[in-house]
């Protein structure tokens, strides 16, 4: 194992150790801000090429998705989620640009129904949710869709990336039902942490197998 990728096994088990001990505290913040960092040095250390397409835009996908985890501690109220919104929005397009050119090899293309599984999620989400988000619900629905739509293109990578995108999307829903509709799990943060940890460092592997291929095949 590369060193790097052995710190970013360190700093993904002291922030989920943290999160079961507590998740409020100082251990538990610290190592979230290094959780993307770790993971696009480990995307640094053994991509083929730091010039190819997909590796640039995952690590510009990765740095806002570092901004929507720092940035919030510096904010409060509804303006912190307002901030991690915007910053995740700005990852979720990102990764949806840099997966569309590989849309044509998905199964969700050729099998249209399993659109169904990923809009039934993301619509019982916000219909748990619409009540209590009041100004928040149309964030909260825009989001929703950017997010679908990386998770289905996502799908054109291979079933790694498919399997990323919606750990990404379950780990976005437990928030906001926690948030909005109280709804949480026996150690919620846990859960929210490691789906978005697995999810992300999915979706990395998958883009490392796909640049080390041919070259990008072209979608519609």
Do not use: C, K
């Not at 590369?2 to 096994?9: I, T, Y």
């Not at 100082?26 to 959780?35: E, I």
């Not at 919030?72 to 109220?77: E, Q, S």
């Not at 912190?80 to 293309?109: D, E, M």
């Amino acid at each position: 194992m590369r060193p790097v990728w052995a710190v970013l096994a360190v700093v993904s088990a002291v922030h989920l150790v943290a999160q079961l001990v507590d998740p409020e505290g100082s251990v538990a913040g610290a190592s979230q801000v290094l959780l993307m960092p770790a993971l696009a040095g480990a995307l640094l250390s053994v991509a083929p090429s730091r010039q190819h397409r997909l590796v640039r835009l995952t690590l510009l996908a990765l740095a806002f998705s570092w901004l929507g985890d720092t940035l919030p501690r510096f904010v409060g109220g509804d303006a912190a989620f307002l901030v991690l919104v915007g910053a995740f929005l700005l990852a979720q397009l990102t990764y949806a640009v840099a997966f569309l050119p590989y849309w044509r090899g998905s199964i969700v293309r050729r099998r249209p129904i399993l659109l169904l599984p990923y809009a039934a999620g993301l619509a019982r989400v916000v219909a748990a949710s619409h009540a209590r988000a009041g100004s928040l619900l149309v964030p909260l629905i825009l989001y929703g869709l950017a997010l679908g739509t990386m998770a289905v293109l996502a799908t054109g990578l291979g079933w790694l990336a498919g399997l990323g995108g919606a750990l990404f999307v379950l780990s976005d829903s437990l928030i906001a039902l926690n948030s909005f509709a109280d709804v949480s799990l026996p150690a919620h943060p846990f859960w929210v942490m490691l789906t978005y940890i697995t999810g992300q460092t999915l979706l990395v592997l998958a883009v490392l197998r796909v640049a080390g291929e041919a070259r990008p095949r072209r979608g519609r």
